[in-house]
């Protein structure tokens, strides 16, 4: 009896790999705190990462939250991860606005300015944000939802 029921099909599949709990409240400064602390610290510097914040950080709450928390479910969280991921995400979400915009002969300075310093910004975000969740992560908080 044990054969029938230990092969996979659809109504029966196969046991996936553990996941992990997530911690909100270290999510929640991680994901907000990463592009205000690169900012903080570069503002002295340039003016560039307040404007980053200003144009990027909307891009980067709305794809950034649910591709993190896909991800922070299978794997464990380092910042180098999660700043590859930034990059990754923010690049294929990108590529295909310039692509049309080069289709269509529509002004190609917006989406070329978004991709460029998009690029630097997002690794830079979530290096930064995976330091912080790393930092304040804590086993209490995590409870499941």
């Not at 992990?20 to 990463?34: E, H, K, N, R, S």
């Amino acid at each position: 009896m044990t054969e029938i029921t230990a092969s996979s099909c659809i109504l029966f599949p196969k046991a996936t790999a553990p996941t992990q709990l997530v911690d909100p409240v270290a999510f929640a400064l991680a994901i907000v705190g990463g592009p205000l602390v690169v900012a903080t610290i570069g503002a002295p510097l340039l003016a560039i990462p307040v404007m980053a914040v200003v144009f990027g950080g909307p891009l980067y709450l709305l794809i950034g939250i649910p591709v993190l928390l896909v991800d922070m479910r299978r794997n464990t969280v380092t910042s180098g991860r999660w700043a590859m991921l930034a990059f990754t995400s923010f690049v294929l979400l990108c590529l295909p606005m310039l692509f049309f915009t080069a289709l269509t002969d529509t002004n190609q300075r917006i989406p070329g300015f978004f991709l460029i310093f998009g690029s630097a910004f997002a690794p830079i975000w979530g290096a930064v944000s995976g330091y912080i969740y790393g930092r304040f992560e804590r086993d209490f908080y995590k409870q499941t939802i």
